[in-house]
């Protein structure tokens, strides 16, 4: 047999209920070496004794041939001093430093559909199946180690048949921590809109019955309550819109498998992909002429469909030949509700029946939203199934533990510095209610728990009225620690470098940062730059023309502002376009010496041309409506030869530029009054912003001789604009494209940012 060799191996990473310790089991058997494995705060412990050529093997074997969840950041392998084993057992967690990943929900996988949908299965039916391929992780978990007594799983007590498996290494739910079965595992409850219990021999099929009869029921997920309600039902859509005072938002839909989606959608091979990984997300996908109703998505080109990820979900919908719409359960701004108590209290005037079960879920996740654009899957919430998945630390940015960044005010979320890892939490929202900071203040105590990091370090936006900033205020002085100031467009482009692993010495690049609003360096509300940038610092070279805010906030949720202001400043006539508008107050107000608000954002941008083309006349009912309604009417347009763009001018002030809009008003004018279709004119809006991007770029780089461009900012979540721009770089040798594809382009990835920018500084100046 040789020598034998006595080693530990410590394997970091997502390597916590997913089976791993039974695949070392099982890895141990074949080999025929003794030892043990075991789980702790580190991720698993493996103590091997063998020879050398069987452990060589078996190391080979771990690090090419892992379960299908899990994925290993770091192998720690030393000599060690014990015992002589007789075999090899799974062993009891231990306690140690804590290094390991918390793992995001699965979808349930194929083996287990299996099980629920064969008769003499005896699980057959049962909503809360799973093993360690797929089911609960980060949901149900309130501490690492991963095991059951650690989860919400732990007040269900395994029966002899479930526990027999727990115990079996050739089971595949063999150490699976959530395991039960309808004997000894959670249960569904189906009461009415008081919460009176609805006697039924079928749960299910009664859930189903009384959606077919038009009715709305809140649905206990995995992550949180949905609002359920047959998707062509005209009446059941309105009503639930009406209950929600849900104007226009589009809702989500929920078929029973891929070939249901194909019937309403275009579906590609990537798109399918995205429907049946294990993340299981929302897809945005192009409508075909058929819908299941136009109140779903109204004035929409695109339908967000997913497919069903849960037992509970699968069975449900095997009882439907049509989509059914599932959107969040919650009041407006609020979180999506958790907890059968508060549903009950807080749903009862929205729904008509709610279809609960009796395991907690400990952590809130909304669903994922993603769709395919230029051949790159990008992400516009990432919640469920991919949170809290982890991003390695690029070269120069090790040893930082313990830093918090807190995000911005919409689309929040946190970014936490630990060991090896930056740990992006899932979408927590917009900071704009008592109950969405709550959510967002107790989230951040349950990572630092989770992984036992104490914050030495806080982050956060430059805008001191964000929540997110007055939060990490008040934290560091009444603890005393540091807090560092980031600029939110200079956190864009730091996200988006850091997700490609860009290390922290590397040359600076040009960063192009559109969005919405963000406050900059002087005080006024950027949102359409070109940043010569690097981790530590950045330049702003050229900016869009400031215009001013006319009412401030409700220029953001009433469209014809920002035209009338861009208008007015260009001095361009068109009175006829602002009939029954309170225009001679804002006349008054642009011709006195009252201070403005300025801004100079290309989401602003996309309001004001979509007022003209009579998108959202009077206001908004949910973000960006106005700038989603424009891209749905350029899809319409036939496009015939090449098409012209309108013009922009660039100026020059100082040491900077601007982009100077007058051309372009004109033409759109000129273009309106000559009756060119809304949607040519929508269309060619989209081309001329990509053109100006990519002949800006051009123009800089003769000057400052840069070769990687970084778009971020949440106007690059328009597919026809970020296609029309990859599009045009396909041409342009020399300069490498980065985008993003593991986190939003949005205010989603701006913690990110901050922690990577205060690790630069820090590093760079101490």
């Known amino acids: 047999m040789g020598v034998i060799v006595d080693k530990k191996i410590t394997v970091s990473g997502a390597v916590q209920g997913v089976g791993f310790r039974p695949f070392i089991y099982n890895t141990a058997q074949q080999l025929g070496v003794v030892g043990e494995v075991y789980n ?41 001093q014990i015992n002589t084993y ?7 967690s231990r306690n140690g430093k804590n290094t390991t990943v918390v793992l995001p929900d699965a979808c349930i996988c194929a083996e287990c559909i299996n099980d629920i949908i064969d008769k003499n299965n005896r699980r057959y039916g049962y909503a809360f199946t799973n093993c360690t391929n797929c089911g609960p992780r980060f949901s149900i978990i309130k501490k690492i180690p991963y095991d059951r007594k650690s989860t919400s799983m732990a007040c269900f007590t ?17 150490h699976a921590q959530p395991n039960a079965c309808s004997e000894c595992g959670p249960q569904l409850q189906l009461t009415d809109s008081e919460g009176e219990d609805i006697v039924t021999n079928d749960t299910i099929k009664k859930t189903a019955d009384l959606l077919k009869q038009g009715k709305i029921i809140a649905i206990k997920g995995v992550g949180g309550f949905h609002l359920a309600c047959l998707a062509s039902s005209k009446s059941a859509v309105a009503e639930l819109r009406k209950r929600k005072h849900r104007a226009h938002k589009p809702f989500a839909l929920m078929a029973k498998d891929v070939e249901m989606v194909q019937k309403y959608c275009q579906v590609s091979q990537q798109e399918e992909q995205l429907l049946t990984s294990n993340a299981a997300p929302i897809v945005l996908l192009i409508i075909k002429n058929n819908t299941p109703s136009s109140l779903v998505a109204p004035k929409q080109k695109k339908l967000g469909f997913m497919l069903p990820y849960t037992p509970l979900h699968y069975l449900l919908l095997q009882q439907f030949d049509e989509p059914l719409v599932l959107t969040s359960g919650n009041k407006s701004h609020n979180p999506q509700i958790t907890d059968n108590q508060v549903a009950l209290q807080e749903l009862t005037n929205i729904t008509d029946y709610f279809l609960m079960h009796n395991r907690d879920i400990v952590n809130r996740l909304d669903d994922s939203v993603v769709q395919y654009v230029a051949n790159e899957t990008t992400i516009i919430r990432r ?28 689309k929040n979320t946190f970014c936490l510095i630990t060991n090896n890892n930056a740990i992006i939490s899932q979408h927590i929202g917009d900071l704009k209610t008592l109950e969405s900071y709550q959510d967002f203040q107790d989230n951040i105590a349950l990572y630092q728990q989770l992984y036992e990091s104490k914050i030495k370090h806080l982050v956060c936006d430059l805008h001191p009225e964000y929540l997110s900033s007055k939060y990490a205020d008040n934290y560091a002085e009444n603890n005393n620690i540091k807090l560092s100031i980031v600029q939110h467009h200079h956190a864009h482009i730091a996200a988006c470098l850091f997700e490609n692993g860009r290390a922290i010495s590397d040359d600076k690049v040009l960063g192009v940062a559109w969005d919405g609003l963000g406050l900059g360096a002087d005080n006024n509300l950027w949102g359409g730059e070109f940043l010569l940038a690097d981790y530590s610092s950045f330049k702003r070279l050229a900016y869009f023309e400031y215009i001013p805010l006319l009412g401030g906030d409700k220029a953001q949720t009433e469209p014809w502002r920002m035209a009338y202001a861009y208008l007015k400043h260009y001095k361009i006539p068109a009175d006829g376009y602002f009939s029954g508008k309170p225009t001679t107050d804002f006349d008054a107000l642009l011709a006195s010496n009252m201070a403005l608000n300025y801004t100079s954002s290309v989401g602003r941008l996309f309001d004001a041309v979509a007022y003209l083309l009579d998108i959202c006349t009077d206001k908004i009912s949910y973000e960006a409506q106005a700038a989603i309604e424009l891209e749905n009417m350029a899809d319409a347009c036939i496009i015939t030869g090449e098409q012209p763009a309108y013009e922009f001018g660039l100026k020059k002030i100082k040491n900077h530029f601007y982009i100077d809009s007058k051309k372009f008003w004109i033409s759109i004018i000129k273009d309106l009054e000559n009756k060119v279709k809304n949607e040519d004119i ?27 461009v970084v778009l971020s900012g949440g106007v690059f979540h328009n597919q026809l604009l970020l296609t029309l721009v990859n599009k045009l770089f396909t041409k342009i040798k020399g300069i ?8 939003p382009f949005g205010d989603g990835s701006v913690s990110l940012g901050q922690a990577a920018i205060s690790i630069a500084r820090e590093e760079k100046y101490g």
């Open 86 to 92: 007789l075999d090899f057992n799974i062993t009891h």
């Open 682 to 708: 929508a269309y060619r809006f989209h081309l001329s912003l990509a053109k100006l991007l990519v002949d800006i770029v051009l123009q800089l780089q003769q000057i400052y001789q840069f070769n990687t």
């Open 736 to 743: 490498t494209l980065l985008t993003h594809s593991k986190l």
């Open 40 to 80: 702790n705060s580190a991720g698993v412990v493996i103590i091997i004794q063998c020879s050398q050529v069987q452990f060589n093997f078996f190391l080979s074997t771990l690090k090419n041939n892992i379960p299908t969840l899990a994925s290993i950041t770091d192998i720690a392998i030393e000599d060690c």
């Open 383 to 410: 919640a469920r199934g991919y949170a809290p998945s982890t991003l390695p630390l690029p070269h120069g940015f090790e040893g930082h533990q313990g830093l918090l960044a807190v995000g911005a005010e919409l």
């Open 158 to 174: 395994m029966c002899q048949k479930c526990q027999q498996e727990y115990q079996n290494p050739n089971d595949r739910r063999f």
